[in-house]
Protein backbone atom coordinates (compact mmCIF):
# COMPACT_ATOMS: atom_id res chain seq x y z
CA UNK A 1 0.00 0.00 0.00
CA UNK A 2 1.62 3.74 -0.99
CA UNK A 3 2.28 5.40 2.32
CA UNK A 4 0.74 9.10 1.47
CA UNK A 5 2.85 11.98 2.75
CA UNK A 6 0.39 14.62 3.04
CA UNK A 7 0.53 18.37 4.50
CA UNK A 8 -1.74 17.51 7.63
CA UNK A 9 0.48 14.36 8.75
CA UNK A 10 3.71 16.74 7.91
CA UNK A 11 2.46 19.06 10.14
CA UNK A 12 1.17 17.39 12.59
CA UNK A 13 3.37 18.62 14.99
CA UNK A 14 4.64 21.83 13.48
CA UNK A 15 4.18 25.27 15.27
CA UNK A 16 2.23 28.00 14.53
CA UNK A 17 3.84 30.45 11.66
CA UNK A 18 3.22 33.62 11.79
CA UNK A 19 3.69 35.17 8.59
CA UNK A 20 4.09 38.72 7.25
CA UNK A 21 3.80 38.42 3.80
CA UNK A 22 4.81 41.16 0.87
CA UNK A 23 5.49 40.52 -2.14
CA UNK A 24 8.98 41.72 -3.82
CA UNK A 25 9.49 40.96 -7.16
CA UNK A 26 8.14 39.65 -9.85
CA UNK A 27 10.71 37.49 -11.44
CA UNK A 28 9.72 37.01 -14.92
CA UNK A 29 7.02 34.80 -14.45
CA UNK A 30 8.21 33.73 -10.93
CA UNK A 31 6.55 35.38 -8.17
CA UNK A 32 8.60 36.03 -5.43
CA UNK A 33 7.54 36.76 -1.34
CA UNK A 34 9.22 38.62 1.58
CA UNK A 35 8.54 36.18 4.75
CA UNK A 36 9.27 37.11 8.34
CA UNK A 37 8.45 33.96 9.98
CA UNK A 38 9.09 32.46 13.15
CA UNK A 39 11.29 28.83 13.05
CA UNK A 40 8.80 25.73 12.75
CA UNK A 41 8.94 22.08 14.11
CA UNK A 42 10.81 19.65 11.07
CA UNK A 43 9.92 16.15 10.61
CA UNK A 44 12.72 15.29 13.32
CA UNK A 45 11.42 17.79 15.76
CA UNK A 46 13.99 20.24 15.40
CA UNK A 47 13.53 23.86 14.78
CA UNK A 48 13.63 24.83 10.90
CA UNK A 49 14.84 27.77 10.24
CA UNK A 50 13.00 29.87 6.88
CA UNK A 51 15.04 31.68 4.74
CA UNK A 52 14.87 35.58 3.89
CA UNK A 53 16.02 37.56 0.78
CA UNK A 54 19.12 38.07 2.02
CA UNK A 55 20.16 34.59 2.24
CA UNK A 56 22.39 33.90 -0.81
CA UNK A 57 24.84 32.35 -1.92
CA UNK A 58 28.07 34.86 -3.01
CA UNK A 59 31.42 32.62 -2.76
CA UNK A 60 32.73 31.02 -5.08
CA UNK A 61 32.51 26.71 -3.93
CA UNK A 62 32.09 23.25 -4.86
CA UNK A 63 29.80 21.43 -5.63
CA UNK A 64 28.47 20.08 -2.39
CA UNK A 65 27.31 23.43 -1.37
CA UNK A 66 27.28 26.60 -2.56
CA UNK A 67 25.27 28.27 0.34
CA UNK A 68 26.60 30.99 2.37
CA UNK A 69 24.15 33.72 3.52
CA UNK A 70 25.12 36.92 3.66
CA UNK A 71 23.89 39.55 6.39
CA UNK A 72 22.25 43.14 5.49
CA UNK A 73 25.39 44.85 5.50
CA UNK A 74 27.41 42.18 3.46
CA UNK A 75 24.88 43.17 0.50
CA UNK A 76 27.98 45.27 -1.58
CA UNK A 77 28.77 46.19 -5.06
CA UNK A 78 31.83 44.14 -4.59
CA UNK A 79 30.97 40.08 -4.95
CA UNK A 80 32.52 37.23 -6.15
CA UNK A 81 31.71 34.71 -8.29
CA UNK A 82 29.66 31.17 -7.74
CA UNK A 83 29.65 28.27 -9.79
CA UNK A 84 28.13 24.69 -9.83
CA UNK A 85 28.85 22.43 -12.10
CA UNK A 86 30.92 22.21 -14.80
CA UNK A 87 30.49 25.61 -16.82
CA UNK A 88 30.27 24.57 -20.40
CA UNK A 89 32.26 26.23 -22.84
CA UNK A 90 29.44 27.68 -25.48
CA UNK A 91 31.97 29.93 -27.41
CA UNK A 92 32.41 26.45 -30.09
CA UNK A 93 28.73 25.97 -30.30
CA UNK A 94 26.22 26.93 -32.63
CA UNK A 95 23.87 29.68 -31.01
CA UNK A 96 20.46 30.29 -31.43
CA UNK A 97 18.36 33.06 -29.12
CA UNK A 98 14.86 32.03 -28.50
CA UNK A 99 14.26 34.53 -26.24
CA UNK A 100 15.65 37.91 -25.51
CA UNK A 101 13.81 40.47 -23.45
CA UNK A 102 14.81 43.55 -21.85
CA UNK A 103 12.77 44.82 -18.72
CA UNK A 104 13.16 48.77 -18.74
CA UNK A 105 9.83 49.97 -18.85
CA UNK A 106 7.73 46.84 -18.16
CA UNK A 107 6.31 45.44 -15.42
CA UNK A 108 8.89 43.03 -14.47
CA UNK A 109 11.84 43.98 -12.99
CA UNK A 110 14.36 45.84 -14.80
CA UNK A 111 17.13 43.80 -16.08
CA UNK A 112 17.45 42.02 -18.97
CA UNK A 113 16.55 38.16 -19.66
CA UNK A 114 18.54 35.87 -22.55
CA UNK A 115 17.55 31.80 -23.22
CA UNK A 116 19.70 30.22 -26.10
CA UNK A 117 19.80 27.23 -27.56
CA UNK A 118 23.96 25.73 -27.95
CA UNK A 119 24.24 22.84 -30.32
CA UNK A 120 27.69 21.40 -30.53
CA UNK A 121 29.80 20.97 -33.92
CA UNK A 122 29.12 17.66 -33.92
CA UNK A 123 25.13 18.10 -33.22
CA UNK A 124 25.40 15.58 -30.73
CA UNK A 125 24.48 17.58 -27.50
CA UNK A 126 22.08 20.78 -27.22
CA UNK A 127 21.89 22.53 -24.03
CA UNK A 128 20.34 25.65 -22.93
CA UNK A 129 20.99 28.61 -21.20
CA UNK A 130 18.99 31.45 -19.27
CA UNK A 131 20.94 34.32 -18.17
CA UNK A 132 19.37 37.47 -16.44
CA UNK A 133 21.56 40.67 -15.53
CA UNK A 134 20.27 43.07 -13.44
CA UNK A 135 21.14 46.38 -11.92
CA UNK A 136 22.71 46.05 -8.20
CA UNK A 137 20.47 49.46 -7.51
CA UNK A 138 17.62 47.62 -8.32
CA UNK A 139 15.83 46.34 -4.93
CA UNK A 140 14.53 43.21 -6.87
CA UNK A 141 17.80 42.54 -7.92
CA UNK A 142 19.00 40.13 -4.85
CA UNK A 143 15.34 38.47 -4.38
CA UNK A 144 15.86 37.04 -8.35
CA UNK A 145 19.39 36.11 -7.89
CA UNK A 146 18.32 34.32 -4.57
CA UNK A 147 15.87 32.46 -6.55
CA UNK A 148 17.71 31.51 -9.62
CA UNK A 149 20.26 30.13 -7.37
CA UNK A 150 18.27 28.28 -5.32
CA UNK A 151 16.62 26.52 -8.88
CA UNK A 152 19.90 25.64 -9.82
CA UNK A 153 20.93 23.86 -6.17
CA UNK A 154 17.67 22.42 -6.30
CA UNK A 155 18.18 20.50 -10.22
CA UNK A 156 21.94 19.71 -8.86
CA UNK A 157 20.59 17.23 -6.50
CA UNK A 158 18.94 15.00 -9.06
CA UNK A 159 21.47 12.26 -10.16
CA UNK A 160 20.29 11.42 -14.11
CA UNK A 161 16.70 12.54 -13.53
CA UNK A 162 14.33 10.72 -15.80
CA UNK A 163 11.20 13.48 -16.01
CA UNK A 164 12.55 16.63 -14.17
CA UNK A 165 14.77 18.71 -16.53
CA UNK A 166 18.36 17.96 -16.49
CA UNK A 167 21.14 20.24 -14.81
CA UNK A 168 24.47 21.20 -16.30
CA UNK A 169 25.68 24.12 -14.72
CA UNK A 170 25.30 27.35 -13.22
CA UNK A 171 27.29 30.44 -12.98
CA UNK A 172 26.82 34.24 -10.94
CA UNK A 173 28.68 36.84 -11.69
CA UNK A 174 29.23 40.68 -10.00
CA UNK A 175 30.25 43.68 -11.48
CA UNK A 176 30.71 47.13 -10.29
CA UNK A 177 27.04 47.36 -10.83
CA UNK A 178 25.51 44.51 -12.60
CA UNK A 179 24.35 40.64 -11.22
CA UNK A 180 24.64 38.43 -13.67
CA UNK A 181 23.01 34.77 -13.58
CA UNK A 182 23.28 31.41 -15.89
CA UNK A 183 21.69 28.71 -15.53
CA UNK A 184 22.55 25.95 -17.96
CA UNK A 185 20.44 22.83 -18.58
CA UNK A 186 19.96 20.24 -21.32
CA UNK A 187 17.71 20.86 -24.18
CA UNK A 188 14.37 19.49 -23.18
CA UNK A 189 12.46 20.79 -26.19
CA UNK A 190 8.64 22.74 -26.37
CA UNK A 191 6.29 23.44 -23.67
CA UNK A 192 3.50 20.93 -23.46
CA UNK A 193 0.78 23.10 -24.83
CA UNK A 194 2.34 23.81 -28.42
CA UNK A 195 3.46 20.51 -28.54
CA UNK A 196 -0.14 19.17 -27.86
CA UNK A 197 -1.29 21.59 -30.40
CA UNK A 198 0.67 19.27 -33.13
CA UNK A 199 0.05 15.90 -31.93
CA UNK A 200 -0.76 12.91 -34.50
CA UNK A 201 -4.38 11.95 -34.18
CA UNK A 202 -3.72 8.73 -34.94
CA UNK A 203 -0.92 9.01 -31.77
CA UNK A 204 -3.25 11.73 -29.45
CA UNK A 205 -3.52 9.43 -26.86
CA UNK A 206 -1.16 7.12 -26.18
CA UNK A 207 1.15 9.96 -26.47
CA UNK A 208 -1.17 11.60 -23.69
CA UNK A 209 -0.58 8.77 -21.62
CA UNK A 210 2.99 8.82 -21.59
CA UNK A 211 3.11 12.38 -20.87
CA UNK A 212 0.66 11.36 -18.10
CA UNK A 213 2.82 9.03 -16.84
CA UNK A 214 6.28 10.98 -17.23
CA UNK A 215 4.57 13.77 -15.35
CA UNK A 216 3.31 11.41 -12.61
CA UNK A 217 7.01 10.44 -12.49
CA UNK A 218 8.28 13.10 -12.31
CA UNK A 219 6.61 13.61 -9.27
CA UNK A 220 7.86 11.16 -7.90
CA UNK A 221 11.32 12.35 -8.70
CA UNK A 222 10.50 15.88 -6.80
CA UNK A 223 8.73 14.07 -3.65
CA UNK A 224 11.85 11.35 -2.79
CA UNK A 225 13.97 14.48 -2.50
CA UNK A 226 11.09 16.08 -0.15
CA UNK A 227 10.55 19.02 -2.82
CA UNK A 228 7.07 20.72 -3.60
CA UNK A 229 7.56 22.11 -7.23
CA UNK A 230 5.07 25.12 -6.15
CA UNK A 231 4.06 25.87 -9.87
CA UNK A 232 3.68 23.19 -11.39
CA UNK A 233 1.89 24.55 -15.04
CA UNK A 234 1.99 23.60 -18.50
CA UNK A 235 4.42 25.93 -19.36
CA UNK A 236 6.94 24.43 -17.22
CA UNK A 237 6.40 20.98 -18.73
CA UNK A 238 8.72 20.22 -21.50
CA UNK A 239 8.40 17.87 -24.49
CA UNK A 240 11.39 16.41 -26.17
CA UNK A 241 10.57 16.82 -29.96
CA UNK A 242 12.85 13.87 -30.89
CA UNK A 243 10.29 11.62 -31.87
CA UNK A 244 12.36 8.50 -30.35
CA UNK A 245 11.93 10.63 -27.12
CA UNK A 246 9.18 12.64 -26.55
CA UNK A 247 9.26 12.42 -23.28
CA UNK A 248 7.94 15.09 -20.67
CA UNK A 249 10.51 16.66 -18.02
CA UNK A 250 9.58 19.00 -15.27
CA UNK A 251 11.40 22.54 -15.29
CA UNK A 252 11.62 25.60 -13.33
CA UNK A 253 12.00 24.96 -9.64
CA UNK A 254 12.59 28.53 -8.81
CA UNK A 255 9.63 28.70 -6.24
CA UNK A 256 10.38 25.02 -4.97
CA UNK A 257 10.65 24.54 -1.32
CA UNK A 258 12.37 21.34 0.48
CA UNK A 259 9.75 20.60 3.56
CA UNK A 260 12.74 18.77 5.27
CA UNK A 261 14.55 22.60 5.31
CA UNK A 262 12.14 24.94 5.15
CA UNK A 263 9.00 23.40 6.65
CA UNK A 264 5.73 23.55 4.60
CA UNK A 265 4.94 26.32 2.79
CA UNK A 266 1.79 28.69 3.53
CA UNK A 267 2.04 31.83 1.23
CA UNK A 268 0.86 32.09 -2.30
CA UNK A 269 3.72 31.56 -4.33
CA UNK A 270 3.50 30.15 -8.25
CA UNK A 271 1.03 31.04 -10.42
CA UNK A 272 -2.36 31.43 -9.27
CA UNK A 273 -4.33 30.08 -12.34
CA UNK A 274 -2.81 26.73 -11.64
CA UNK A 275 -2.56 26.61 -8.06
CA UNK A 276 -4.54 24.46 -5.76
CA UNK A 277 -7.42 25.76 -3.13
CA UNK A 278 -4.98 25.49 -0.31
CA UNK A 279 -2.35 27.43 -2.26
CA UNK A 280 -4.87 29.86 -2.67
CA UNK A 281 -6.08 30.64 0.51
CA UNK A 282 -2.69 30.44 2.62
CA UNK A 283 -3.02 27.11 4.27
CA UNK A 284 -0.09 24.74 4.53
CA UNK A 285 0.61 22.86 1.19
CA UNK A 286 2.01 19.36 0.99
CA UNK A 287 2.79 17.66 -1.81
CA UNK A 288 -0.65 17.12 -2.89
CA UNK A 289 -0.44 20.61 -3.81
CA UNK A 290 1.30 19.34 -6.61
CA UNK A 291 -0.89 16.54 -7.40
CA UNK A 292 -3.77 19.85 -7.90
CA UNK A 293 -2.02 22.02 -10.22
CA UNK A 294 -0.81 18.63 -12.40
CA UNK A 295 -4.22 17.56 -12.98
CA UNK A 296 -5.48 20.78 -13.99
CA UNK A 297 -2.28 21.30 -16.50
CA UNK A 298 -3.08 17.96 -18.00
CA UNK A 299 -6.40 18.70 -18.57
CA UNK A 300 -5.27 22.18 -19.96
CA UNK A 301 -3.04 19.86 -22.53
CA UNK A 302 -6.16 17.38 -23.36
CA UNK A 303 -8.09 20.33 -24.25
CA UNK A 304 -5.44 21.36 -26.52
CA UNK A 305 -5.08 18.45 -28.24
CA UNK A 306 -8.24 17.80 -28.80
CA UNK A 307 -9.03 14.67 -26.06
CA UNK A 308 -11.72 16.82 -24.32
CA UNK A 309 -14.86 18.30 -26.27
CA UNK A 310 -14.46 22.30 -24.63
CA UNK A 311 -14.66 24.98 -26.80
CA UNK A 312 -12.37 27.27 -24.82
CA UNK A 313 -10.80 27.47 -21.22
CA UNK A 314 -13.33 29.37 -19.96
CA UNK A 315 -15.75 26.98 -21.09
CA UNK A 316 -13.64 24.56 -19.15
CA UNK A 317 -13.51 26.51 -15.84
CA UNK A 318 -17.43 27.03 -16.21
CA UNK A 319 -17.74 23.25 -16.56
CA UNK A 320 -15.42 22.51 -13.46
CA UNK A 321 -17.08 25.14 -11.11
CA UNK A 322 -20.52 24.11 -11.68
CA UNK A 323 -19.44 20.53 -11.05
CA UNK A 324 -20.25 18.94 -14.31
CA UNK A 325 -18.07 15.86 -15.72
CA UNK A 326 -16.12 17.11 -18.48
CA UNK A 327 -16.66 15.52 -21.51
CA UNK A 328 -14.63 13.05 -23.77
CA UNK A 329 -14.52 14.40 -27.80
CA UNK A 330 -16.46 11.67 -29.36
CA UNK A 331 -13.78 10.66 -31.17
CA UNK A 332 -12.03 9.19 -27.99
CA UNK A 333 -15.03 7.52 -26.14
CA UNK A 334 -14.75 4.41 -27.49
CA UNK A 335 -10.98 4.33 -25.29
CA UNK A 336 -10.61 3.14 -22.18
CA UNK A 337 -7.33 4.78 -21.72
CA UNK A 338 -8.54 8.18 -22.94
CA UNK A 339 -11.78 7.71 -20.36
CA UNK A 340 -9.13 6.68 -17.70
CA UNK A 341 -7.26 9.40 -18.77
CA UNK A 342 -10.11 11.92 -17.94
CA UNK A 343 -11.23 10.66 -14.79
CA UNK A 344 -7.92 10.54 -12.96
CA UNK A 345 -7.02 13.75 -13.86
CA UNK A 346 -10.59 15.15 -12.31
CA UNK A 347 -9.60 13.57 -9.17
CA UNK A 348 -6.15 15.00 -9.22
CA UNK A 349 -7.95 18.53 -9.24
CA UNK A 350 -10.46 17.71 -6.36
CA UNK A 351 -10.80 20.49 -3.18
CA UNK A 352 -10.25 17.65 -1.28
CA UNK A 353 -7.30 16.40 -0.57
CA UNK A 354 -7.86 13.21 0.55
CA UNK A 355 -9.45 12.09 -3.12
CA UNK A 356 -6.35 13.10 -4.63
CA UNK A 357 -4.11 10.20 -6.06
CA UNK A 358 -0.22 10.48 -4.83
CA UNK A 359 2.32 10.38 -7.19
CA UNK A 360 3.43 6.36 -6.68
CA UNK A 361 -0.40 5.74 -7.21
CA UNK A 362 -0.62 7.95 -10.52
CA UNK A 363 2.02 6.08 -12.16
CA UNK A 364 0.75 2.74 -11.77
CA UNK A 365 -2.87 4.45 -13.21
CA UNK A 366 -1.12 5.85 -15.94
CA UNK A 367 1.04 3.04 -16.82
CA UNK A 368 -1.55 0.30 -16.84
CA UNK A 369 -4.55 2.52 -18.56
Not at 146 to 166: C, G, K, M, V
Not at 310 to 320: A, D, P, Q
Request: glycine fraction near 6%.
Amino acid sequence: MTNKISSEALNQNNKTISVEEKPVAHAFGRNIRKENIEPIQGLSGSPIPHKTLNEFAITRSDQSSISTPLSSDQQSPELSTTRLGDVPNTKDMVTEVILFRDGDGMEEPAGRLSVERHLSQDAEKTLVSRSRSMDKEDEEAYAIYQADHREAEFLSTFDNPENIIEFIAFEASSSSDELTTTLYMADAGINALEAAKSLDSMKTVNTLKQWSQDLAQGLVELKAKMIIHRDIKPENLLIDPDPDDNRLRIADLGNACDVTKEGLPNDSTGTAFYASPEAKEGQFQGFESDIYSAGLSLLRIFMEAGLIKVGSWTEFCIIRDQGRPIPLHPDYKGSDTAKTLLETSQRMISSDTTVRPDAEELVKIFTDC
